[in-house]
């Protein structure tokens, strides 16, 4: 998990949780012990098994000081921390794309069952239903809201979906605020190795292991995104949303299996909510560079 600034406020019971590495340009955790955010001193994957090799957990801060916010380390093992890091930019290039067709209107949009159909949205958005695999660029848009929607075909949560993963791209022409509330969705595609040489089958439908990706820079999407209460997100693979402030409600329990990056993090109000963040062993974005493929982490 990335960000500029994670904070967990506010009463209640809830918990919160990241299993794999994160980077803080400032704070971390909550703001008193009963929130205190856990992290293992071992990467461990969406299923709550070791990841592979014994993995030291780091949690890394841009600044010289540690932390103003509250965080343990969980078992296995003693994890590290690293101050006065650069901020990582790992996906600024890694963006899915799409080479159409575009559409204008809804009707369009689906297909004979009324499934999303992958393309570029122009001025529309896909809210609701299913969504056939592929990459779904959305352009010029205020405040999409993805709905009750997910995967036409849908693995579980954390396990790659070579038939049905999905990638949605935002950019600078959208604006406002993006709902995921009600949004489960998958978009890992390839979770083989980096010394994997079947390139034919890697990544194919060109998510790149992206579910939501919103770029850096002048065109990167630069809304926010906020989960209500009750929410019911569940989205696996990697968000990039390194311009968009995300908060969410106390009261809710979004599950977030891969990679996520945000400006900044905020959970506020008394609940019991679990903010959790599972890591997927191996985790990496795929670009495609002619037939020789390529992994980025």
């Known amino acids: 998990m990335w960000d500029t ?29 009963p929130h205190s955010t856990g992290v293992p001193g071992q990467q461990k994957n969406y299923d709550g098994t070791a990841c592979p090799g014994g993995l030291t957990n780091e949690v890394d801060f841009g600044g010289a000081v540690s932390n103003g916010l509250t965080w343990h380390v969980e078992a296995p093992g003693a994890g590290s921390i690293g101050l006065n890091k650069p901020a ?22 689906k297909d004979g069952l009324g499934h999303w ?39 579980a949560s954390g396990t790659v979906d070579t038939t049905g993963a999905v990638a949605i791209v935002l950019d600078n022409t959208d604006t406002g605020s993006l709902d995921i509330s009600s949004a489960i969705l998958n978009g890992m595609d390839d979770l083989y190795p980096a010394n994997y040489t079947g390139y034919a089958t890697r990544d194919p439908l060109g998510t790149h292991n992206f579910v ?72 990496n974005a795929v670009a495609k560079i002619g037939s020789s493929g390529g992994l980025i982490r």
């Open 5 to 33: 600034g994670k904070a967990i406020n506010g009463g209640g019971s809830g918990t919160q949780s990241v299993t794999g590495p994160v980077y803080a340009f400032g704070n971390f955790g909550a703001n008193n012990g």
């Open 88 to 109: 990582p930019t790992p996906f600024d290039t890694a963006s899915p794309t799409s080479g159409g067709p575009t559409y204008t209107t809804i009707g369009a949009a």
């Open 117 to 155: 159909k992958p393309g570029i949205y122009s001025g529309i958005f896909p809210s609701g239903g299913l969504m056939n695999g592929g990459v779904y660029v959305i352009k010029s848009v205020a405040n999409p809201s993805l709905g009750s929607i997910t995967n036409t075909i849908h693995t």
């Open 212 to 283: 939501i990706y919103g770029g850096n820079g002048a065109t990167g999407f630069a809304g926010s995104v906020s989960v209500g209460p009750g929410a019911t997100t569940d989205l696996s693979g990697i968000i990039y949303l390194p311009k968009v402030p995300y908060s969410s409600n106390g009261n809710s329990s979004p599950q977030f299996y891969g990679s996520a990056t945000f400006a900044s993090m905020s959970v506020a109000g008394g609940g019991m909510g679990m903010q959790i963040f599972h890591w997927v062993c191996g985790l």
